[in-house]
């Protein structure tokens, strides 16, 4: 979670989301521009689900619509950046690594059907 992540590591992963964030949206002037690698991302998010010890099911497969990973997409960069600005000002968030967890696994539950 992005509380226990050292500076470097939590500006490199706010970075990687922040390219999900840009490639999702429809910018004429990134048409020509090479999409940025979305497999940072896309590791810590499936992973976070995976391994969430009160996800049901099968540990080693997780079904997510795409809408649904989406959105834990942007939990979990929002969770990086409150990260960061926590650091910065010295004022915490009243979201805890709880609270976001569980608000991402509930992306996952979402997704199935």
């Not at 922040?18 to 590791?43: C, D, I, K, Q």
């Amino acid at each position: 979670m992005p509380t226990s992540l050292p500076d470097t590591i939590l500006l490199c992963l706010a970075r990687d989301f922040r390219s999900v964030e840009v490639t999702t949206g429809t910018h004429e002037s990134r048409v020509n521009e090479e999409a940025p690698s979305l497999t940072a991302a896309l590791y810590v998010v499936m992973n976070l689900l995976m391994q969430h010890p009160e996800r049901a099911g099968d540990k080693r497969e997780l079904q997510i619509s795409d809408a649904g990973l989406m959105r834990a997409f942007q939990i979990y960069q929002v969770g990086l950046e409150r990260e960061i600005v926590t650091r910065i000002t010295g004022l915490s968030a009243s979201t805890s690594s709880d609270d976001l967890a569980e608000e991402m696994l509930r992306c996952a539950d979402e997704g199935r059907g």
